[in-house]
Nanobody, 126 residues
Framework: QVQLVESGGGLVQAGGSLRLSCAASGRTFSSYAMGWFRQAPGKEREFVAAVTWNGGTTYYADSVKGRFTISRDNAKNTVYLQMTSLKPEDTAVYLC???????????????????WGQGTQVTVSS
């Protein structure tokens, strides 16, 4: 069983920055591929970014490319999402997810992931 806990969300003005963290339980975090998703009210869950087990490869949605950076620290069992140049359309609940079967694959589909956190709210005001 893996537990994921997100933190770092909040209210920020457009153009501002936030860094989200996702802390994972368990001793095998370093063998998981990780992803960040977001979900706005009334919308489907949307892929944001993914990283392979060792942080060597990353992938981003076009909507955040060049503004967001995903990274991980396996010694701390934590994955991060650094968000800059935030826009009002980035407003959503941000969730991290773990995929335990294919750690070298960058997964963009929510149903592939095995474990999810509860999410952290990010609100960007204009």
């Amino acid at each position: 069983q893996v537990q994921l806990v997100e933190s770092g969300g909040g209210l920020v003005q457009a153009g501002g920055s936030l860094r989200l963290s996702c802390a994972a339980s368990g001793r095998t975090f370093s063998s998981y591929a990780m992803g960040w998703f977001r979900q706005a009210p009334g919308k489907e869950r949307e892929f944001v970014a993914a990283v392979t087990w060792n942080g060597g490869t990353t992938y981003y949605a076009d909507s955040v490319k060049g503004r967001f950076t995903i990274s991980r620290d396996n010694a701390k069992n934590t994955v991060y999402l650094q968000m800059t140049s935030l826009k009002p359309e980035d407003t959503a609940v941000y969730l991290c997810a773990a995929e335990t079967s294919l750690p070298n694959v960058l997964h963009t589909t929510p149903r592939v992931y095995d474990y999810w956190g509860q999410g952290t709210q990010v609100t960007v005001s204009s």
